[in-house]
């Protein structure tokens, strides 16, 4: 979390007082916990919400999961005056927990405090928002028709509208799996998305960083940060964002906010965003501005599922090339948490942060983290009554995309054939409950569909280097970096199913391999 620089807190705006005023009422008491007895209320809640404002139910889930992981955090706000599952937001720009207010005739201490009331607040502002943009009802029955609407829910504009909900789409496309807390369990089965983007289309056309090339380029408020530097650059800031990726953009994009940072990393792929130079004072950490870089993390203090490990991976890389960048050293004296630089009052990033394995990966060491179990030289037919290493992988897809393929044990039983007709059926692909290699190629391609091609690098490659070797039944070594040899396989199918050979992964060729082509 950012902090404005010392003796710059005489310029708070009024509205900034009266946030932080509702956030001192916010915290004064703890959020109740869900009526007594009642089985699966978040997944009720969901269900009534959804059915009441005509919201996707799945696309609502998916919001929530975006914005705060299903975590209400009893009633605190964010660090944008953000609250419960669905951040209704109260601040000088995003009115959306007033909004809400207005809608379902709760009162703001109730979508505050309680899950259900919150996430029924949050399925108003979204059908408002279609309403708004003239969505009819056939439109609202079709999931990629929301675009517009949930990039409006984000309160952000332009570029960052985009981001906020290609993070929601991404979540569709991947499906996600989640417990939360009183151990009930959230799941979103995955599902091919092309959203209807509209004049949000141009939004993907984000410049690249001018100092970092894997970064793309957002740029704070001028009002949150200072020209130049009065002190030569000595050391890392990590933070944490207490709110998302898109949210923490937006909120340094606001004048008022006073805060800033100079890179904010995205927890589900390790997405990079530049928003103040290199050389300029971001204000994130008080005494320590004038020297150093600050890099914010998106997720909450006390939730470590937002510290995923290409959210590390990338921070670290991030962090390793500003140590050789400036000539910091790479040990824990120079990279260091908000909560260590002199004079803050911050946790963050807190004790779920993994100190040893990030410090070894900014090293170059390697994270010593679990190994890769997805990926195979050869991808062979399961079905029922098999067992290994790839059932197991089998169920891990699957869990890991909605649908529920039971223990990740290794063995091919009626709950993991039953999940593989789902998916099959949700792929278009004949259920007959067997993987081979058309339903390997699909499940090993889930999700976002990002373009990709030579000289790229990351998860997505590595998901696109899987997929090709199922696809073409020869090796595509899962390196995570598309170099000729991925370059080649990407051609071959690409000839092989009538597409256009050029070498790059684009709709068509993303579309292709989801579908198992």
């Not at 005056?81 to 669905?86: D, L, P, Q, R, S």
């Not at 130049?228 to 890392?236: E, F, L, M, Q, T």
């Amino acid at each position: 979390m950012p902090r404005r620089p010392t003796g710059h807190t005489a310029r708070r705006s009024a509205a900034l007082a009266a946030l932080t005023a509702s956030a001192l009422v916010a915290t004064a008491s703890p959020a109740p916990a869900s009526p007594g007895g009642t089985p699966d209320p978040m997944n009720q809640a969901f269900a009534r919400a959804a059915e009441r404002y005509g919201v996707p139910r799945d696309l609502l889930a998916a919001v929530g999961y975006g914005e705060t992981h299903l975590d209400g955090h009893s009633g605190r706000p964010s660090q944008a005056g953000g609250y419960g599952v669905m951040h209704l937001v109260s601040n000088p720009v995003n009115h959306s927990l007033e909004k809400a207010a207005q809608l379902t005739g709760e009162t703001p201490a109730e979508l505050r405090q309680d899950t259900g009331a919150n996430i029924l607040g949050g399925a108003a502002v979204l059908r408002s928002h279609a309403d708004a943009l003239g969505l009819g009802r056939d439109e609202r029955a079709d999931i990629d028709a929301w675009y517009p609407a949930v990039a409006r829910y984000g309160g952000a504009e332009g570029a960052v509208a985009g981001l906020y909900a290609d993070t929601v789409y991404t979540f569709l496309a991947q499906g996600l799996r989640t417990t939360v807390a009183g151990g009930e369990r959230i799941a979103v089965t995955s599902r091919p998305v092309a959203p209807e983007k509209g004049p949000l289309a141009s939004a993907d056309d984000i410049t690249q960083s001018p100092d970092y090339p894997s970064a793309q380029w957002v740029a704070a408020a001028s009002a949150n940060y200072a020209a130049g530097r009065s002190a030569p650059v000595d050391k890392v800031v990590v933070h944490v964002t207490q709110g998302s990726y898109a949210g923490a953009i937006s909120w340094f994009q606001n004048p008022a906010s006073e805060v800033s940072s100079h890179y904010v990393v995205r927890s589900s792929d390790g997405e990079i965003t530049q928003m103040v130079r290199d050389k300029d004072t971001a204000y994130h950490a008080r005494s320590a501005n004038s020297s150093s870089l600050g890099i914010e993390h998106e997720g909450y203090v006390d939730d470590p599922s937002w510290f995923t490990d290409p959210m590390y991976r990338s921070s670290a890389a991030l962090t390793a090339h500003l140590c050789d960048r400036y000539g910091i050293p790479k040990d824990r004296t120079h990279v260091i948490g908000h909560s260590e630089a002199p004079g803050n009052d911050h946790t963050d990033p807190g004790a779920n942060w993994d100190w040893t394995s990030y410090m070894r990966l900014v090293a170059g060491e390697g994270a010593g983290g679990e190994a890769d179990e997805l990926s195979f030289d050869s991808y062979a037919t399961q079905r029922t009554g098999s067992a290994g290493a790839q059932v197991k992988a089998v169920q891990r897809l699957l869990n890991g995309q909605g649908y529920e393929a039971g223990a990740e044990d290794g063995l091919f039983g009626t709950a993991t054939r039953s999940a593989v007709q789902a998916f099959q059926t949700t792929r278009g692909l004949p259920a007959d409950g067997t993987v081979g290699a058309r339903t390997w190629t699909a499940l090993l391609s889930a999700g976002t569909t990002p373009p990709l091609a030579q000289g790229g690098s990351g998860d997505a490659v590595k998901r696109l280097q899987r997929a090709l070797t199922a696809a073409l039944g020869s090796t595509t070594a899962a390196d995570g970096t598309f170099g000729p040899a991925t370059d080649t396989a990407v051609r071959g199918y690409q000839k092989a199913r009538g597409l256009a050979v050029d070498g790059r992964v684009g709709p068509d060729t993303w579309a292709a391999l989801q579908s198992g082509r």
